[in-house]
Nanobody, 123 residues
Framework: QVLLEESGGGLVQAGGSLRLSCAAS????????MGWFRQPPGKEREFVAALTRSGSTSTYADPVKGRFTISRDNAKNTVYLQMNSLKPEDTALYYC????????????????WGQGTQVTVSS
């Protein structure tokens, strides 16, 4: 089992920044990649960003490119999502996820999920 716990969400004005953290525990050695997903109110969960465990490869959804940065600190077993220039449309419940599989760009591949942390961006 891999256990994930997100933190760092909150209320911020448009144009502001937040840094989300995801602490992992358990069978961390099995993790190939970590990702961030979000679920806006009334919508389905969508991909935000992902990063391989090695940290050598990352990818972002188009709406967040240039504004969000995913990173990890393997010594702390933690992955981060730095969110800058936040927009009201970024408002969502943000989830951290992990996968053992190499098909890390596919949402269905992610096996482990955190409880979510709420991000609300006011205009």
């Amino acid at each position: 089992q891999v256990l994930l716990e997100e933190s760092g969400g909150g209320l911020v004005q448009a144009g502001g920044s937040l840094r989300l953290s995801c602490a992992a525990s358990g069978r961390i050695s099995s993790v190939y990649a970590m990702g961030w997903f979000r679920q806006p109110p009334g919508k389905e969960r969508e991909f935000v960003a992902a990063l391989t465990r090695s940290g050598s490869t990352s990818t972002y959804a188009d709406p967040v490119k240039g504004r969000f940065t995913i990173s990890r600190d393997n010594a702390k077993n933690t992955v981060y999502l730095q969110m800058n220039s936040l927009k009201p449309e970024d408002t969502a419940l943000y989830y951290c996820a992990a996968t053992d599989g190499s098909r890390w760009l596919i949402q269905a591949t992610y096996q482990y999920w955190g409880q979510g942390t709420q991000v609300t961006v006011s205009s």
